[in-house]
Structure formats: C-alpha cells, structure tokens
C-alpha cells in the first residue's frame, strides 16, 4: 500500500511512529522494511518536530554543497562555517565522502543528460540518476550511498520524482535528503518548465537508531 502525504513533516511523524511502535529490531535499530510513500506537495520540506530540531539554513547549506558537485567536506565547511561530526566520521583520508549526492550526478554529466532527455522527450523513461555504483563499492569503506538511484517522470502535466533508497535513517536523513530532493525536483522542474509533482519515496529500510529512540523516550 502506498501512502499518501501532504508534506514530508507528516510523513515524518506518520513513519516515527510507526517505527516506534512497530519497528524490528535491526541491529542498533529499528526498522520498517520495503517502505513507499508519496508526498503530494514537496516544496512544503521543513520539518517541524521540537526533539527533531530540523534547521533549514544546515539543510539549505547541504544543499548548496551538493550544487557545488565538490565530495569534499571542507566545501561543506566553508558554506556552513564547519563541518558536522557525522561528515568527519565519513570522511576519507583526503577529506571526501561518497555521500555528496551532487558530486555523484555531476559525474558523467547525469543531471544535465537528464534535463535534456526530459526537454527532447516528455515521455522518456530513461531520465534517471544513479547514485551507487557498483564500480566504486572498493571506495565505500566509510561512507556507502544510502541512495541507489533517482527518476523523474513528466506525468500529468506534471514533473514527478522517484528516489529509491537501500537505508535511510529517518531522524537525521530523511530530514535533509527529503529536502534536498525537493530542491533537486524543483530545480529539474524549472529547467524543463513543468511545474513540481508528487516526490515517491522507496526504502528498503527505513529505522531509527537506537540511541535516538532512548532520547524520544526521555
């Protein structure tokens, strides 16, 4: 069953729940498995739950480092002021990450072959991003995409998105992919002039950390 959200903050809520309640232990998780939803309005992306405490200019930053196409966290850096710890943690030796969604659709010219498949041809179905690939899996050592891949479809007059996900954490990376996506979306959306649809969002496994529960729960 698929299910149908106004905004990512509902989806939000509607999944922490769900996974508080009726997640499976998963390792230091949580989790649900094989989740898919739609998020009507995706523009709609800040998230507003206290505990949470989203920052949109943190998640605007992420974003403009993706634009940038730089892997390094350092770029993230000077656009933020610093470097969160999780992006350290993650880090290579040289200070990149395979993680900067970005820099993995600047490579081979992803996003722009996608605009103009769209513009050539409003009823492709090869306007797709990969994000994981599967030639670099010997340089995921620290940092893995959470993402496989992500598709747009002219429908309905309409430009909608697809993101599929091996693992999404939802406290922290739902939070700011959902919002970085959105922007991604609207961005394509813009340059093919057709105006934002619904967002699908797939994850195989979708979890809350254990540590972030016990902090719920205080």
Known sequence: MM???NNADSAFDYYKS?????????DDTKALFNVGFTIENPMDNHISCE????KHDYAEAEWQWYLSGDPSIFKLGDIYGKVPP????MADDKGNVNSNYGWQWERNDQLDKVIKL???NPKTRQAAISIYDAKEIKNYKYDTPCTYAVQF?????K???????RSNDLWYGFCNDQYCFSM???LVADEVGWPVGNYFHFAHNLHLYNNIIEKINE
Request: glycine letters at 2%; charged letters at 15%; hydrophobic letters at 45%.
């Open 3 to 5: 299910w149908i959200f």
């Open 18 to 26: 769900q996974i508080l309640n009726n997640g499976i232990d998963f």
């Open 51 to 54: 505990q949470r405490n989203w």
């Open 86 to 89: 999780i992006w350290s943690r």
């Open 118 to 120: 769209l513009s050539d």
């Open 153 to 157: 479809t002219i429908l309905d007059n």
């Open 159 to 165: 430009l909608n998105m697809c993101v599929t996900m």
């Open 184 to 186: 991604l979306q609207k």
